[in-house]
């Protein structure tokens, strides 16, 4: 996904100005007339992209897509204990005398009679000149007939066309813009709200998780990494069974049902391989391991390489799938693969990275036939090619300069890298078990100290956060 995407998506009519979070496409794509629904996956996956195109460029105006995506899935999406739930609906009631009647965006559309009684003549003239507001609706195309006279707010014009066109300063235009857009958001929020799917599917909490680990990581906002790790916690007390090892699909209204499939294992051990780099709780590489011994028996192809979707405890199949186009989420397989590539460098085991390898193998046959269909098992077959970097932090928990060598590997954009912390305690050590070479890393004279390695073959030690900066910029 291109950067010049990003701002498009983050400016047009599938983002909600006032409210945070992404709406679907329909069905012919027009950026103006989107499907309404707001889908947890979406908001997970599109705000990691943000993130990373903050990362890569250092445009704060992706961090802060990426902080209201998070910021409505924590307000709107998310279950009092911590699980996420699976969307908010397109339709709602425009006309509370008529209860039973709903209407696809009603909750998201304005005339622009409603702005100006809200907002007055002056501000709302200049509203509708940025947000592309018309009298007759400004849908693109609307065969239905559904928008006529409806406004869906996206940004038409830069601060500065609207400062220049009003002549004001770009900061009154801004000060303007935001005031106008609190009033909204207060009467929006008067209407009938769209219904709430409250499922909680495990494998969206998955990308969930890795979604608020990641904003922690690059936001360093405390309550993104509690909402990670709250969402594991109800994860690990409703959709797994600690007696069988196995978890299940879904949950709603107390009840946890349907065996979990591939997916729902790959998305979660990803989110916990991501909890780990942002926490570095070393519980959530045990259960990430736990988990994918756990995939590896219920649905590894031992002969054909990869991973069925489904196991083969269901007698009624009579064929068993294996998806592998990346679509509006990532297959099961591509995300596996990822997992065991960075779990073998987590672990040091060879075995699971030589199962990655044949996984890309079994479906990279597709690749060259249609590789834009197939970007997650690109991502994991380029990490594949490489040796990546592995990076040791050696210091005391919670101390600035500690945190501040954490703050510098994670404010970049590296793809390919593992990042370990060590503080020499009991917990700690638990991953010396597997990779004993961490013994040896310890804080350098007392200070807080960086190893860099590539097949844990290490550089020399770093204490100097300005060497430090300079390592990392050159990776």
Same mark, same amino acid.
């Given at each position: 996904?291109?950067?010049?995407?990003?701002?498009?998506?983050?400016?047009?009519?599938?983002?909600?100005?006032?409210?945070?979070?992404?709406?679907?496409?329909?069905?012919?794509?027009?950026?103006?007339?989107?499907?309404?629904?707001?889908?947890?996956?979406?908001?997970?996956?599109?705000?990691?992209?943000?993130?990373?195109?903050?990362?890569?460029?250092?445009?704060?105006?992706?961090?802060?897509?990426?902080?209201?995506?998070?910021?409505?899935?924590?307000?709107?999406?998310?279950?009092?204990?911590?699980?996420?739930?699976?969307?908010? *609906?397109?339709?709602?009631?425009?006309?509370?005398?008529?209860?039973?009647?709903?209407?696809?965006?009603?909750?998201?559309?304005?005339?622009?009679?409603?702005?100006?009684?809200?907002?007055?003549?002056?501000?709302?003239?200049?509203?509708?000149?940025?947000?592309?507001?018309?009298?007759?609706?400004?849908?693109?195309?609307?065969?239905?007939?559904?928008?006529?006279?409806?406004?869906?707010? +996206?940004?038409?014009?830069?601060?500065?066309?609207?400062?220049?066109?009003?002549?004001?300063?770009?900061?009154?235009?801004?000060?303007?813009?935001?005031?106008?857009?609190?009033?909204?958001?207060?009467?929006?929020?008067?209407?009938?709200?769209?219904?709430?799917?409250?499922?909680?599917?495990?494998?969206?909490?998955?990308?969930?998780?890795?979604?608020?680990?990641?904003?922690?990581?690059?936001?360093?906002?405390?309550?993104?990494?509690?909402?990670?790790?709250?969402?594991?916690?109800?994860?690990?007390?409703?959709? +797994?069974?600690?007696?069988?090892?196995?978890?299940?699909?879904?949950?709603?209204?107390?009840?946890?049902?349907?065996?979990?499939?591939?997916?729902?294992?790959?998305?979660?051990?990803?989110?916990?391989?991501?909890?780990?780099?942002?926490?570095?709780?070393?519980?959530?590489?045990?259960?990430?391991?736990?988990?994918?011994?756990?995939?590896?028996?219920?649905?590894? *192809?031992?002969?054909?390489?990869?991973?069925?979707?489904?196991?083969?405890?269901?007698?009624?199949?009579?064929?068993?799938?294996?998806?592998?186009?990346?679509?509006?989420?990532?297959?099961?397989?591509?995300?596996?693969?990822?997992?065991?590539?960075?779990?073998?460098?987590?672990?040091?085991?060879?075995?699971?990275?030589?199962?990655?390898?044949?996984?890309?193998?079994?479906?990279?046959?597709?690749?060259?036939?249609?590789?834009?269909?197939?970007?997650?098992?690109?991502?994991?077959?380029?990490?594949?090619?490489?040796?990546?970097?592995?990076?040791?932090?050696?210091?005391?928990?919670?101390?600035?300069?500690?945190?501040?060598?954490? *703050?510098?590997?994670?404010?970049?954009?590296?793809?390919?890298?593992?990042?370990?912390?060590?503080?020499?305690?009991?917990?700690?050590?638990?991953?010396?078990?597997?990779?004993?070479?961490?013994?040896?890393?310890?804080?350098?004279?007392?200070?807080?100290?960086?190893?860099?390695?590539?097949?844990?073959?290490?550089?020399?030690?770093?204490?100097?956060?300005?060497?430090?900066?300079?390592?990392?910029?050159?990776?």
């Amino acid at each position: 996904m291109t950067l010049s995407t990003l701002r498009a998506m983050a400016d047009g009519g599938m983002y909600d100005q006032l409210g945070g979070g992404f709406h679907r496409y329909s069905v012919d794509g027009q950026w103006r007339v989107p499907h309404f629904e707001k889908m947890l996956y979406d908001q997970a996956q599109l705000a990691v992209s943000y993130l990373e195109a903050f990362q890569i460029t250092k445009d704060g105006g992706y961090a802060d897509i990426a902080r209201e995506t998070l910021d409505y899935v924590a307000q709107k999406l998310t279950h009092n204990e911590g699980g996420f739930y699976t969307a908010e *609906d397109a339709e709602s009631v425009p006309d509370a005398s008529k209860p039973q009647e709903k209407e696809e965006g009603a909750f998201y559309t304005w005339t622009k009679e409603e702005i100006s009684a809200i907002l007055g003549h002056t501000d709302a003239e200049i509203f509708y000149f940025h947000f592309g507001v018309e009298e007759l609706g400004n849908a693109l195309h609307d065969p239905m007939n559904v928008f006529y006279g409806k406004n869906i707010l +996206y940004r038409a014009r830069t601060v500065k066309e609207t400062a220049d066109t009003f002549s004001m300063t770009p900061d009154n235009i801004t000060s303007i813009i935001d005031s106008s857009m609190r009033k909204l958001v207060q009467e929006r929020e008067k209407r009938f709200h769209p219904h709430l799917d409250d499922k909680i599917i495990t494998a969206w909490n998955g990308l969930m998780i890795s979604a608020f680990s990641k904003g922690y990581t690059v936001i360093r906002h405390e309550e993104y990494l509690k909402s990670a790790v709250n969402a594991v916690r109800f994860i690990m007390n409703y959709l +797994y069974d600690s007696s069988t090892g196995k978890l299940f699909r879904h949950y709603r209204d107390g009840e946890a049902g349907n065996a979990g499939g591939l997916q729902d294992y790959a998305f979660l051990i990803q989110g916990l391989l991501d909890l780990y780099e942002a926490s570095f709780d070393v519980s959530y590489i045990d259960n990430a391991n736990t988990l994918t011994q756990r995939q590896i028996e219920l649905f590894w *192809d031992s002969t054909g390489g990869g991973f069925y979707d489904t196991t083969d405890e269901d007698s009624s199949l009579i064929l068993r799938s294996k998806e592998f186009y990346d679509s509006a989420e990532p297959t099961g397989n591509s995300i596996s693969a990822l997992n065991l590539l960075r779990l073998s460098y987590f672990t040091n085991n060879s075995e699971w990275r030589d199962m990655a390898v044949k996984t890309i193998e079994a479906l990279g046959v597709h690749i060259a036939d249609n590789p834009e269909a197939m970007v997650q098992l690109l991502v994991a077959y380029q990490w594949s090619l490489g040796v990546p970097q592995e990076i040791i932090i050696a210091g005391n928990r919670g101390t600035a300069d500690t945190q501040g060598f954490i *703050d510098e590997v994670q404010s970049r954009f590296l793809p390919h890298k593992v990042v370990i912390f060590t503080d020499g305690s009991e917990i700690q050590k638990r991953l010396a078990h597997f990779l004993p070479i961490i013994n040896n890393m310890n804080p350098s004279g007392g200070k807080v100290t960086a190893y860099i390695c590539e097949n844990f073959s290490c550089q020399l030690p770093i204490t100097d956060i300005e060497i430090l900066r300079h390592t990392l910029d050159k990776m």
